[in-house]
């Protein structure tokens, strides 16, 4: 167990010193209390999604579920305080938030501003192009699948932005599709390519159906 605790010891401190190097003027601020945190240009997200998606959160008073501290003791108070390690996996896991919607190029910028011996935390989005897709191409479900049924599988068309959570779902609807039509073991296979210089993409959704399986007939001694 020593051993154990020792490695992620020097884990830890390697993804400390990697982040500092990254952003040094944010492990300057290393360790003061967060009084706020802000998240500029986020569209098109909201806000307060976004703060989910991240560690980095503002110290606040809450007690018995009321937003107060009791006076001259520490009891409510839940206390953030400025980690260069954990702000870089932010900016890590808000630029693939960004990436997953579509926006490739996304990058996103941490600030730290002294306020007296507290800090103010800010992440400023500066947002890709949108990939909007040319063709999306599906095979293996012919006379399984009509076309219309395919298309309400569907949760992109050509010409929308490419949005990755919304194109695996649509691999998932289909695969569903062909497993309750009795083909349990049916595959999806998935491809994309994009091009970010023209920000286009090209995807296909390969469906491998498999044998179908037949409810077993009941024995019979008539």
Request: aromatic letters at 6%.
């Given at each position: 167990?020593?051993?154990?605790?020792?490695?992620?010891?020097?884990?830890?401190?390697?993804?400390?010193s990697?982040?500092?190097?990254?952003?040094?003027?944010?492990?300057?601020?290393?360790?003061?209390?967060?009084?706020e945190?802000?998240?500029?240009?986020?569209?098109?997200?909201?806000?307060?999604?976004?703060?989910?998606?991240?560690?980095?959160?503002?110290?606040?008073?809450?007690?018995?579920?009321?937003?107060?501290?009791?006076?001259?003791?520490?009891?409510?108070?839940?206390?953030?305080?400025?980690?260069?390690?954990?702000?870089?996996?932010?900016?890590?896991a808000?630029?693939?938030?960004f990436r997953?919607?579509?926006?490739?190029?996304?990058?996103?910028?941490?600030?730290?501003?002294?306020?007296?011996?507290?800090?103010?935390?800010?992440?400023t989005?500066?947002?890709?192009?949108?990939?909007?897709?040319?063709?999306?191409?599906?095979?293996?479900?012919?006379?399984?699948?009509?076309?219309?049924q395919?298309?309400?599988?569907?949760?992109?068309?050509?010409?929308?932005?490419?949005?990755?959570?919304r194109?695996?779902?649509?691999?998932?609807?289909?695969?569903?599709?062909?497993?309750r039509?009795?083909?349990?073991?049916?595959?999806?296979?998935?491809?994309?390519?994009?091009?970010?210089?023209?920000?286009?993409?090209?995807?296909?959704?390969?469906?491998?159906?498999?044998?179908?399986?037949?409810?077993?007939?009941?024995?019979?001694?008539?």
């Open positions: 167990r020593r051993a154990d605790a020792g490695d992620d010891v020097l884990a830890g401190c390697g993804v400390r990697a982040a500092t190097e990254l952003y040094p003027e944010v492990a300057e601020h290393q360790g003061r209390l967060i009084r945190v802000r998240l500029v240009n986020t569209a098109p997200f909201a806000p307060d999604s976004l703060q989910q998606l991240i560690d980095t959160q503002p110290s606040r008073c809450r007690f018995l579920g009321i937003p107060i501290c009791v006076p001259f003791t520490r009891i409510g108070r839940d206390e953030h305080r400025v980690n260069v390690a954990r702000i870089a996996q932010d900016v890590q808000l630029q693939q938030a997953i919607a579509g926006y490739f190029g996304t990058l996103v910028v941490p600030e730290v501003r002294p306020v007296n011996d507290d800090a103010e935390v800010t992440f989005v500066a947002r890709g192009d949108a990939i909007v897709l040319d063709q999306l191409t599906v095979t293996g479900v012919e006379g399984i699948l009509t076309p219309e395919v298309e309400r599988a569907l949760l992109l068309q050509p010409g929308d932005v490419f949005h990755l959570a194109f695996t779902e649509s691999g998932d609807r289909l695969l569903r599709a062909l497993q039509r009795g083909h349990a073991y049916a595959e999806v296979l998935r491809s994309f390519s994009a091009d970010t210089v023209d920000n286009r993409a090209e995807a296909s959704l390969d469906l491998v159906a498999g044998p179908g399986i037949r409810p077993a007939m009941p024995n019979c001694s008539c």
